[in-house]
């Protein structure tokens, strides 16, 4: 066994002796002789042999997101500077982790748009455009984002948000094959990054808020063919069970369940490793979120909120540790999964880093799944801490909001840590992580009836919304917050923190370098001090950067490279919580870094501010309540929370839509389909229609008279 301190000398060594050497040889000699995304297990598993390429999302196998480069380090970050950048012709949330392999950058943008470009300059090679129905989005929580793709032998895997995997070939984008991993009647999506393990694509899907049932899929690298499928929940028990822990899993559920499929979505982690040649997935919560109308009378609901250890050759089940027994919260546990070798108690021990949604930090034992240890890296009011005999949470009273007025839970479904990749630095011994602090107000709702078009929560989507009384508004949102924090898994203790005004960071990159880097939520990417948190370099990027950055090297030279675009859930769900960073604008692009770098992004061309012109209503109050409900339940997940946009989709208020029947022609007729707005009219009547319209005017004239108190409150500028 290779203790850290070992590897740590290692590390060195290479460092020490690749300095010492030609520059080229980081990059790869032999790369110009190379096919195209030339990559296989081999080659991943010495990828610290070239730390100048980032073959797979976490660059290597362990997902640490460390890279042993350093010629951008502590001491010269401030010389970094725009080497290129590459205008995306999409306005959404852009989430994904680009590959590097020598010398070429493939990604995905919104709408699994798959890009790959020449690393040193952004020049397109070529790219390809799935053509994902726009009304599919229809069907994603959070917005149509991809986190990117897996390269394997000289293809380029992807899934698409309508639930298709696709095979390319990285020499030209042609389709190589193509085949439909989801049951097109259900809600599915696919948003996270493919990984190919031992010539076989893995990839999960989402949807767990709208009815379905979660999964995760091989299919052989070669032909497009599936090889194994595991399902992480339990289907109807009267057929028979695809696998023995499925059995053992039904047994943790009541009711009939498998009616709204149970949820258990596997969206984001899946991570291999080849030294127990395991497969580690992440499981997304239960669905419907209340488990009265989940599992009625009780039952842990496995495997929902679980890391699930799979054998990768077959899905067999090894072992699972499930870190929210019976999900209350949409707490998923389909946040990315970190593999390292920690000291724990002066031994060595392989362990698996977590930091899902529940805001608590686990150190799990890769070998079995036993949890080692686990602390709140941030504020958590819904449990005190965590029984490790049982590896159960300790709830809190409040954690199953009892009552008609429960406080809010934090963290919410947001999450404490969310997709965004978070880093692990094996010379500094500390976790990168992207901190949320956003509560969430829930409260059981009665008699909750399953809708295919709707969010189906099971909570009361009105009493969660911003309550419009200026000062109960103020109070909640001062509450909101964001932070990068350093945390030492092996004392498990915050080392250092980076305030933010507000949530959803980016994710990060932790580099031999001593530097940490991070895009921001106000805009900015920057770099830290690895071991202090000091910033050392901060670039305008003129939009929220929410993705996980990468550095690579070509000829030489190291480049530090992020995809930016604001969007994603935050934006479009939270209302004016998603102002907290302040109002950036989505302005997708793949930015490109490098020391002495001249390049310059183009001023950001005005934008007019819209006038709020709302009709006049005779609606009655039980009309707009009436109006209230609805809204919350079916437009707020993209058109905002109590209709407040956070700019990337239309703010309903402002529409001239509101007095004309134009409002009926797209919520009911489809007129806006091509653009991603569907019609409602299977599961809402014009009435419906109607007095989602006057809430909506109501909305607008409380805006409204709101925006003029505050002028008139404001005091004259020659006022002394
Ligand atoms: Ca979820």
Redesign the pocket.
Known sequence: MVGPKVWSVLIVLTLALCAGCSRKNLANESAASRNPADVNGARILAADREPGNWMIHGRTYNEQRFSPLKFVNDKNAGELGLAWHYDLDTARGQEATPLVVDGVMYFTSAWTKVFALNAATGARLWSYDPKVPPAWAVNA?CDVVNRGVAVWEGKVFVGTLDGRLIALDAGTGKVLWETLTVDRDARYTITGAPRVVKGKVIIGNGG??FGVRGYVSAYDAGTGKMVWRFYTVPGDPSKPFESPILERAAKTWTGEWWKFGGGGTVWDAIVYDPELDLLYVGV??GGPWNSKYRSPKGGDNLLTCSIVALRPDTGEYVWHYQEDSADEW?F?SSEQIILADIPIDGKPRKVLLHAPKNGFFYVIDRENGAVISGKPYTFVNWATGLDLKTGRPIETDIARYPGNNPPPIVPG?LGAHSWQPMSYSPLTGLTYIPVNDVGFKFKSTEGFEFKKLAANYGIDVVAAGMPQDPKIKKAILDTVKGKLVAWDPAQQKQVWAVERPGPWNGGTLVTAGNLVFEGTAAGRFDAYRADTGERVWSFDAQTGVMAGPVTYTVNGEQYVAVLAGWGGVFPLATGEVSFRSGRVRNVSRMLAFKLGGKASLPPLPEVEEPALKPPSTRASAAQVARGERLFQRYCAACHGDVAVSGGILPDLRYSSTLSNDLWYHIVLDGQLQTEGMVSFAKELSHDDAKAIRDYVIQRAQQTLAQEKSAVQAKPKADAK
């Open positions: 929580c767990g808020e997304g919560n949409d998923d479904p």
